[in-house]
């Protein structure tokens, strides 16, 4: 179902920029970015420091609006240097999420392919030029918008997106043009725990029962290998929440 009332009213600027490089040839290399930030990808999985609570990995302080606003699609402005960073947004367990992703005329304007993992989003509005808070939700479709997990955000114009985040740990969001993810156009969304073991996770795979017969053995085995898909990054479009999976029915202790 498509969320009507929504917890975090979310845009992100979408398309390329300039770092400053001091050893490239002009001084800056071309970065992908949203909101003006770059992702930097640290030398820990993303999902793994999530799921041990390593600290200094991440933060969770990707602006939830553009820093500063401008005619995205018009004249770009005189600085268009990007910074970087391994910002990401966090998302309550359950809350309903809008994102509009906006395009940029910085550099290029390009039709960016962006990719969600972990969830489905509904796509609720489109249009071209700046995205316009006041008017543009008027004209929301609320009632059987598409259902996807990738959507080319116009170019030149902007998406509305909405989804509830349900589906617990970290999930990646890229541009699909390969290249572009590489030169930063990607952030990630760190949904929350729910109060419910089910909606964890993957923690309860630590508490999960002794192996003491060779059905509580070939459980957790499978789940290891779960574990490990996971740690490499699945999506859940390509294998259905692999860690949302029933851990305990796999092995349902009798005792
Ligand atoms: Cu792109």
Redesign the pocket.
Known sequence: MVPLQIDRHLMFT?GLAIRPCSNCTLGGRLS?VYNNISLELPKTALLQAHYFRKPNVYVTNFPDNPTSSFNYTGKPPSNIMAKGGTRLSYLPFNSNVQLVLQSTAIVAL?N??IHLHGTNFFVVGMGLGNYNASSDPLSFNLIDPPERNTIGVPLGGWVALRFQANNPGVWFMH???EF??SVG?ATAFVIENGPNPEDSSFLHLWTFPPADDDQAMIGRSIQNVFFLSTMVHRCRNHLYSIHRLPTLKLYAPSA
Request: negative net charge; aromatic residues 0%; contains cysteine.
């Open positions: 979408i992908g390009e960016h392919p541009c699909h043009l572009h993810t156009l």
